[in-house]
């Protein structure tokens, strides 16, 4: 077996150790990535360490699956208890590790904790929640009443989740025929931000019953920012792995079909 190699005294594994994405040093790196050129040092250490890629092992593939099969959108949230500030800002240090076109990194998180905002919100979701019951007849009309859609009012952390537009970041790599890969590239942040909380015991809600335009202009943000999701935190009320949607009978969860040409 070949012995660990050693650089001033610290051996290879624990350099692997110091910079894994568990214990999130990291996330100094990917935040400070263009101010960093310079740190040489820092650059070439980083880089030494992660040279040699982990084993995900079948025990790994399994506990990662099951993260998969146990991720809800949580609309019943515990009020009498919040996720800490430490906890969140690892939520949004590893949600910058998800893939962005051209890598550049459009995602802006907004979070909403004032509360004459928040009540906007509200009777924004009321209002479009209303008229999407009218779109429904008969049955179907009635369970679609009955469905808890959003977690609003009661989820402690509350997150509108934009994209910039106009990012300079990439420098327009990959958007020149697509721009609309500046968006998807905000749900997959979103979608890794959602995973990471789960495997933390949290539960994230996506609440898509708004109308964006008044969205932005209650939260006050740029033009060119364009409103993806509004995502509700906190910790579940209840553990299902059965989808709520799926429980109340709306819709059973299917498989995407794979076509062959």
């Not at 740190?39 to 399994?62: C, H, I, M, N, V």
């Not at 931000?193 to 495997?199: D, E, I, K």
């Not at 553990?239 to 819709?251: K, V």
């Amino acid at each position: 077996m070949r012995a660990a190699r050693h650089t001033l005294g610290v051996t290879e594994s624990e350099k692997k150790a110091r910079y894994s994405l568990c214990g999130l040093p990291l996330a100094r790196y990917a935040r400070g990535a263009r101010s960093s050129v310079g740190d040489k040092g820092a650059a070439t250490e980083l880089a030494y360490a992660l040279s040699a890629a982990p084993q995900f092992d079948a025990a790994f593939r399994a506990t990662f699956a099951e993260l998969l099969a146990w991720r809800r959108d949580v609309r019943h949230f515990r009020t009498e208890e919040a996720p800490d500030e430490a906890t969140l800002a690892e939520l949004f240090h590893l949600a910058a590790f998800a893939p962005s076109v051209g890598n550049c990194q459009p995602t802006r998180f907004v979070r909403v904790d004032d509360e004459a905002r928040r009540a906007s919100i509200r009777a924004n979701f009321e209002a479009a929640n209303h008229e999407a019951l009218g779109a429904y007849g008969g049955e179907r009309a009635a369970l679609y009443a009955r469905l808890k859609l959003a977690g609003l009012s009661d989820a402690p952390i509350q997150l509108a989740v934009f994209c910039d537009e106009a990012t300079e970041q990439g420098h327009g790599l990959g958007v020149r025929t697509m721009a609309e890969t500046r968006r998807y590239s905000t749900v997959c942040a979103l979608h890794t931000f959602w995973l990471s909380a789960r495997a933390r015991g949290l539960g994230v809600g996506w609440v898509s019953i708004l109308d964006p335009g008044v969205i932005a202009e209650a939260l006050d943000v740029p033009r060119a920012w364009t409103f993806i999701a509004y995502l509700c935190v906190g910790f579940a009320r209840e553990e299902h792995l059965i989808p709520e949607l799926e429980r109340a009978g709306w819709q059973a969860r299917e498989a995407h079909p794979v076509v062959r040409r």
